[in-house]
């Protein structure tokens, strides 16, 4: 059983940063691929961008490249998005998620998700 918990949400203005960590817990959590998801009101959640256990291997969706960024630390098994120049439409729920394989995270096919947490960018 993986348990994974985001922090780093919150109010933001057009342009700003933010940094949402995940941290995973359990015997097996450094073994999974992890990425982040967001949903918008009404939407289903979509990927966001991924990076596989061992980091050999990244993956953002087109709306978020060149601007948000993806890491992992191992010994901490935490995972983070780092989220500069945020613009409005950024603003969504994000979710921290593990999968075995990096084809079924990148489709949303996780085997954990987090709790969530929320981005707020104001114009």
């Known amino acids: 059983q993986v348990q994974l918990v985001e922090s780093g949400g919150g109010l933001v203005k057009t342009g700003e940063s933010l940094r949402l960590s995940c941290t995973g817990s359990?015997?097996?959590?450094?073994?999974?691929?992890m990425g982040w998801f967001r949903q918008f009101p009404g939407k289903e959640r979509e990927f966001v961008a991924g990076?596989?256990?061992?980091?050999?291997?990244?993956d953002y969706t087109d709306s978020v490249k060149g601007r948000f960024t993806i890491s992992r630390d191992k010994p901490k098994n935490t995972v983070y998005l780092q989220m500069n120049n945020l613009k409005p439409e950024d603003t969504a729920a994000y979710f921290c998620a593990a999968a075995m394989l990096f084809e079924s995270l990148q489709r949303g096919r996780t085997t954990y998700w987090g709790q969530g947490t929320q981005v707020t960018v104001s114009s």
């Open positions: 359990g015997r097996t959590s450094s073994l999974y691929d």
């Open positions: 990076i596989t256990a061992s980091g050999d291997r990244i």
